[in-house]
T-cell receptor, first 115, second 116 residues
Framework: DVKVTQSSRYLVKRTGEKVFLECVQD?????MFWYRQDPGLGLRLIYF???????EKGDIPEGYSVSREKKERFSLILESASTNQTSMYLC??????????????FGQGTRLTVV | AQTVTQSQPEMSVQEAETVTLSCTYD???????LFWYKQPPSRQMILVIR??????QNATENRFSVNFQKAAKSFSLKISDSQLGDAAMYFC?????????????FGQGTTLQVKP
């Protein structure tokens, strides 16, 4: 069974803290994604990675960074958390589109609250 | 640039009836994939159906089918014989298959209510 695991379902952090959200996949997928989900805005892509140590900015990268040191792990970092980063964060992974099955598999999501 | 638009924030359907969710997208590529995902209240995102742009035949998965209009860049989801378990948020998504990276873009989502 394919699996994408996010380290926490719920997280509460203080303004200014450095926050790490971790995601691990066991499917040997090349692509990994971090999305932010807010009501009425759908899923907005923060960053994605198509290979180890390779990353590309998505639509809303400001205030975030990412790390992919190993193929199976993709971390989202909030350098200095702010209240406007309170949101649901979803991690996903997929094969390359050219490999024929590019659908993404998702983790269970992390509800982050910044106070 | 890739964009995906879902213009219906909320829809409702009577149990056992049929409902259609709309999605439009924009891309400069001719080869791509489209998806519908379901997110129930448990929030685990699940793939419902996928369509490859080079295939003219509309995809079908049991009670779920799509109406893919490539020229119009339209990709609607039809749910037949709606069940209470179909209540969820539905997302349309797009990825360009010419890209080696597979950047996956989502729409805003449609919340579907199923009335008993």
């Amino acid at each position: 069974d394919v699996k994408v695991t996010q380290s926490s379902r719920y997280l509460v952090k203080r303004t200014g803290e450095k926050v790490f959200l971790e995601c691990v996949q066991d499917m040997d997928h090349e692509n990994m994604f971090w999305y932010r989900q807010d009501p009425g805005l759908g899923l907005r892509l923060i960053y994605f990675s198509y290979d180890v140590k390779m990353k590309e900015k998505g639509d809303i990268p400001e205030g975030y960074s990412v790390s992919r040191e190993k193929k199976e792990r993709f971390s989202l970092i909030l350098e200095s958390a702010s209240t406007n980063q309170t949101s649901m964060y979803l991690c996903a992974s997929s094969l390359f589109a050219g490999q024929g099955r590019p659908e993404a598999f998702f983790g269970q999501g992390t509800r982050l609250t910044v106070v | 640039a890739q964009t995906v638009t879902q213009s219906q924030p909320e829809m409702s359907v009577q149990e056992a009836e049929t409902v259609t969710l709309s999605c439009t997208y924009d891309t400069s590529e001719s080869d791509y994939y489209l998806f519908w995902y379901k997110q129930p209240p448990s929030r685990q995102m699940i793939l419902v159906i996928r369509q490859e742009a080079y295939k003219q035949q509309n995809a079908t998965e049991n009670r779920f089918s799509v109406n893919f209009q490539k020229a119009a860049k339209s990709f609607s989801l039809k749910i037949s014989d709606s069940q209470l378990g179909d209540a969820a948020m539905y997302f349309c998504a797009h990825v360009e298959s010419s890209s080696n990276t597979g950047k996956l873009i989502f729409g805003q989502g449609t919340t579907l209510q199923v009335k008993p």
